[in-house]
């Protein structure tokens, strides 16, 4: 069993950015339920009973969310694995016929990804319905590739602020006095601000080495408006704009995407 072998390696992956040590994470490559971390979500809303929030506030909620997956990307069985119990085996070498200590499986590679969406956030609606909502984002893909022994590693970060307003029966401010029943003709406009940082790293085990690979600022303003024309029709307007700054490549340049335009959404259920 070498150093840069799936049954060394993986272990070792795992305590590392578990943040565990070493000697207290499983050999075994297909972890149980004892030994994975719960995903969770949290929602408090207890602000809102505090004087100043509920004088201006019709709602108010602090958000937390944290999901995290570890997934073996394809595996193999050995063909010519020997048990001796509890898991640990040998294969034979297959020049010179010894036994190699060895799991039952040969694993190309693994990876680990989790999120804070968001690690903090809120959302809260205001006394005369303008809305407001903020929160920031943090990620990480890792990926271990053992037969290639290298481990690539991206990193997202990302900061979204956002408001809104309903203006209720918006033709009496067009001064349209036709009305259908059951039909409130709203408006309502949302606008929402967004920063992200993306990076990526490769990491070279053999040769302990790590090298930027790919990284991108972008900016984005997104603005849409909506307004239920009928039972039937909604016009909508629509304005995206994003900016994206490379951070790394030497290569990539600076872009700009901008669109913008009307829709017409038709219903035609009863």
């Known amino acids: 069993m070498g150093k840069y072998s799936a049954d060394v390696m993986v272990p070792a992956f795992l305590a590392a950015y578990s943040g565990r040590s070493a ?4 050999l075994n490559p297909f972890p149980g339920l004892s030994e994975v971390l719960p995903n969770w979500r949290v929602t408090y809303d ?13 709602s108010f909620t602090l958000t937390h969310a944290y999901q995290c997956t570890y997934s073996v990307g394809s ?18 070498d297959a020049l010179t016929g010894n036994p190699i200590p060895s799991s039952p499986y040969n694993i190309s590679s693994v990876s680990i990804t989790e999120k804070f969406a968001p690690l903090i956030g809120f959302n809260a609606t205001m006394k005369n319905n303008v809305t407001f909502n903020a929160e920031y984002r943090d990620s990480r893909t890792l990926s271990l590739n053992v037969s290639v022994g290298q481990l690539v590693e991206g990193i997202s970060r990302t900061f979204v602020v956002g408001a809104g307003y309903k203006i209720a029966n ?4 067009l001064k349209l006095k036709r009305k259908q029943q059951g039909v409130s003709n709203d408006l309502t406009l949302n606008f929402d601000f967004s920063l992200a940082n993306n990076t ?5 085990i053999d040769t302990n ?21 009928s039972k039937r029709v909604t016009l909508g307007a629509y304005f995206d704009h994003q900016v994206n700054t490379p951070l790394v490549s030497s290569t990539a340049y600076p872009t700009t995407n901008s669109n913008y335009g009307l829709s017409v959404n038709v219903s035609l259920a009863k």
Do not use: C
Not at 23 to 26: H, L, N, P
Not at 46 to 58: A, D, E, N, V
Not at 209 to 229: D, E
């Open 200 to 204: 990526a790293l490769i990491r070279k």
């Open 209 to 229: 080495t790590t090298q930027a690979t790919s990284g991108t600022r972008t900016l984005g303003i997104n603005f849409t408006a909506n307004y239920v024309m």
């Open 75 to 92: 595996f193999s069985s050995y063909s010519d694995w020997v048990t001796i119990g509890e898991g640990l085996g040998y294969t034979q």
């Open 46 to 58: 207890g602000l809102m009973k505090m004087p100043f929030f509920s004088r201006h506030f019709k």
């Open 170 to 173: 918006f033709n009496s401010v």
């Open 23 to 26: 000697s207290k994470v499983t």
